[in-house]
């Protein structure tokens, strides 16, 4: 049967669907070609398949050629806020604060520092550190002409990992030389 009494097409939607609404319905538009169209927007556009093709794809589909297969997914252990962590690294922050860096925060919606962030200018570098959780930390020196700081094109120098780790790392990494056409102080008898 390729249409209903009032002479449109019957289309079905698939039992897998779903109560939400969002599927494809598929219709016998005649006897060689089959129809796809939206469930939600029915006046919409339709794709039309031969039918031949529609009963290869769909037999593909019922065999399982499409599906993905069945792994066990790890879902990765949530990093504490960096709010809590701040007492394990409060010094380090002091020690770069003192160093020249300057620190900003963001937060979420209920106020929790979620990131950290650091950069100092220094001679022709930029230093910059984030602390992002427990485990989850990173700094970096680029050229100070570098633009991009989500993604330099040249790094100079990279530490990932611990936030703890990451900030000793960045607190031994010696000073760049300052460049020569640097401005230099006037010795005073």
Not at 121 to 140: R, W
Not at 152 to 180: E, H, I, K, Q, Y
Request: proline share 7%; hydrophobic share 40%.
């Amino acid at each position: 049967m390729y249409s209903t009494a009032d002479g449109t097409a019957a289309w079905r939607k698939s039992s897998h669907g779903g109560a939400n609404g969002k599927c494809v319905e598929i219709a016998a538009l005649d006897a060689n070609v089959a129809g796809v169209r939206n469930s939600r927007h029915p006046g919409g556009p339709v794709i039309r398949y031969p039918k031949a093709t529609m009963h290869l794809f769909l037999g593909a589909v019922r065999a399982g050629g499409f599906a993905l297969p069945r792994t066990r997914i790890e879902i990765p252990r949530q990093p504490r806020l960096v709010s809590r962590i701040l007492g394990d690294v409060a010094e380090q922050l002091a020690d770069l604060t003192a160093r020249g860096f300057a620190f900003t925060d963001t937060r979420d919606a209920r106020g929790n520092v979620v990131v950290i962030s650091g950069i100092r200018l220094h001679g022709n570098v930029k230093d910059i550190v984030q602390l992002y959780g427990e485990q989850d930390a990173d700094a970096i020196r680029i050229p100070r002409t570098e633009v991009d700081l989500a993604f330099p094109r040249t790094v100079l120098w990279r530490v990932t990992g611990a936030p703890s780790t990451v900030l000793n790392s960045l607190l031994a990494l010696a000073d760049p030389p300052l460049p020569t056409d640097a401005p230099r102080a006037w010795a005073t008898a």
